[in-house]
């Protein structure tokens, strides 16, 4: 019954280490680890707000030289066609865009996960997310999971 016990807890052990912090947009400019779920504004349970300008920076709590690159899977997208989520490829809004997104831009996609990487051009391994949205409409907002991820390797 204990070899029982010692080995149910050596499997469920390793899920509570991984477990995932949630974060809303604009309750923290950065944060640092792998295992992040990013919700809107709203929350789990609640669409975003208008007016927002929320950034958020991820980077891994490994970088090593670039050894560990952030990866951010969005799935249950639903924002606005007036509001927009941009993906960068680094540690802040001037590194280069990865993605655009709302809902005019990524249909049929919405409905599935996207995932979006650092680049091994990024040297940070971060990636930064802001989310604009205006007074007129809004959606019923996101989600988004990170992870940490090794680099491609580099073809010559």
């Given at each position: ?75 249950n997208l639903n924002i606005d ?76």
């Amino acid at each position: 019954m204990k070899r029982t016990l010692l080995y149910l807890a050596l499997i469920c052990l390793p899920s509570f280490l991984l477990a995932q912090t949630p974060v809303n947009m604009g309750s923290v400019a950065s944060g640092t680890g792998c295992s992040f779920i990013i919700y809107d504004n709203g929350g789990i349970n609640g669409g975003y707000g208008p007016n927002r300008n929320d950034v958020l920076t991820i980077t891994s709590d490994n970088p090593s030289a670039g050894a560990v690159r952030i990866a951010v899977a969005l799935s249950n997208l639903n924002i606005d066609p007036s509001d927009t989520l941009y993906i960068y490829d680094g540690p802040n809004t001037s590194s280069p865009l990865l993605g655009i997104l709302n809902d005019a831009m990524t249909t049929p996609y919405a409905s599935t996960s996207i995932i979006y990487t650092a680049t091994i051009q990024n040297t940070t391994g971060s990636i930064t997310l802001r989310f604009s949205s205006n007074g007129a409409a809004q959606g019923n907002g996101f989600m988004i999971e990170t992870d940490c991820v090794a680099p491609c390797q580099r073809v010559n």
